[in-house]
């Protein structure tokens, strides 16, 4: 089986080559490919980082939301583009695809698995007691901070 590493890493290979041909040509019904690879790119660029032993552990399903978030809005962004249809206060329906599913969405999200997962991904008592000691002695030797 694949390691989320090992996945992350063929798709940013396979999406670079894509999106790379994609930009030289010049055919329309290519841009929703286009739109999907580069939004897949911040999911295999955390998922690299967060990956630990083979896993991405809890933070698997914020990630899945994420990815789902950010190709829903991406989809509705490239359908609605140009359509005339507008939204709440006469915004373009677009805008509101990016604004909730690009920006919002996805800012909610990240801040809730921080927030929840807070002292497995490495932040804990101890180490925070560790860099108030350092600020300390810092101080103490005559650094402002």
């Known amino acids: 089986m694949p390691t989320p590493k090992g996945v992350a890493l063929g798709f940013l290979t396979a999406a670079s080559l894509s999106i790379l041909t994609i930009f030289f040509v010049d055919l329309p019904p290519l841009s929703w490919l286009f739109a999907i690879l580069v939004m897949g790119f911040p999911i295999a660029l955390v998922s690299l980082g967060v990956a630990r032993n083979g896993s991405l552990g809890r933070l698997r399903w914020p ?83």
């Open 63 to 145: 990630l899945l939301v994420l990815l789902a978030m950010l190709q829903c809005g991406v989809v509705g962004v490239v359908a609605f583009t140009g359509s005339g249809q507008t939204g709440a206060y006469g915004l373009p329906l677009s805008f509101h695809f990016l604004l909730v599913l690009i920006w919002l969405g996805p800012l909610l999200v990240t801040t809730l698995a921080y927030a929840a997962m807070f002292s497995e991904l490495g932040i804990d008592d101890a180490l925070l007691e560790r860099v108030e000691q350092f600020r300390r002695e810092r101080s103490v030797d005559g650094d402002p901070q």
